[in-house]
């Protein structure tokens, strides 16, 4: 069974740091991994998409990293931002089930000004 | 239209009553989802829609909950003789669909359900 932890659960850091948020999962087999921001009220919004076939893919500030030997990924946000404020969450799609996507509980970020 | 559209965006009802949510895909998505969030959790699958398929049903809590898609567009998800542990924000993605692994999943705003 694909379970999906996301550490820590919450994340309170000054404007302008370097930040590092991160996903694991138990079964390496998937089809690719998706990390999302979510606005307090709002839906999800997807950010980067990362293929299983790929290690990295990029975004503007945002960068993802995808090890799936090791179960893991990584978003990085460089010189983060009070507007970066929200929860981040990862999902995975598995190999064995294209339908399932199975998301991780998140991380809330608070960006300090 | 430009995204996932939901209706309504909140509902407050009564314990016991049924509730219909709608979902509105992207034009095009074949592949349709429906999650629940409740306060200070994460995503549950619930059920997912694919062309003609049959659709995965297996993360349905019970058997009060049922979902159809009609003309392979819009979905709506039934939840009968609603209980408070219903109360949550409902979510439908889609994306292009089959099982190709670059397709990104687009999310709705959801439907905030209230249980009284």
């Known amino acids: 069974k694909q379970e999906v932890t996301q550490i820590p659960a919450a994340l309170s850091v000054p404007e302008g740091e370097n930040l590092v948020l991160n996903c694991s999962f138990t079964?390496?087999?998937?089809?690719?991994l998706q990390w999302f921001r979510q606005d307090p009220g709002k839906g999800l919004t997807s950010l980067l998409l990362?293929?299983?076939?790929?290690r990295e893919q990029t975004s503007g500030r945002l960068n993802a990293s995808l090890d799936k030997s090791s179960g893991r990924s990584t978003l990085y946000i460089a010189a983060s931002q009070p507007g970066d404020s929200a929860t981040y969450l990862c999902a995975v799609r598995r190999a064995s089930s294209a339908s399932k996507i199975i998301f991780g509980s998140g991380t809330r970020l608070s960006i300090r000004p | 239209g430009a995204g996932v559209s939901q209706s309504p965006s909140n509902k407050v009802t009564e314990k016991g009553k049924d509730v219909e949510l709608r979902c509105d895909p992207i034009s095009g998505h074949t592949a349709l989802y429906w999650y629940r969030q409740s306060l200070g959790q994460g995503l549950e699958f619930l059920i997912y829609f694919q062309g003609n398929s049959a659709p995965d049903k297996s993360g349905l809590p019970s058997d009060r909950f049922s979902a159809e898609r009609t003309g392979g567009s819009v979905s709506t998800l039934t939840i009968q003789r609603t209980q408070q542990e219903d109360s949550a924000v409902y979510l439908c993605a889609s994306s292009f669909g089959g099982r190709v692994s670059g397709n990104t999943i687009y999310f709705g705003e959801g439907s905030w359900l209230t249980v009284v």
């Open positions: 990362i293929q299983s076939s790929q």
């Open positions: 079964d390496s087999a998937i089809y690719n």
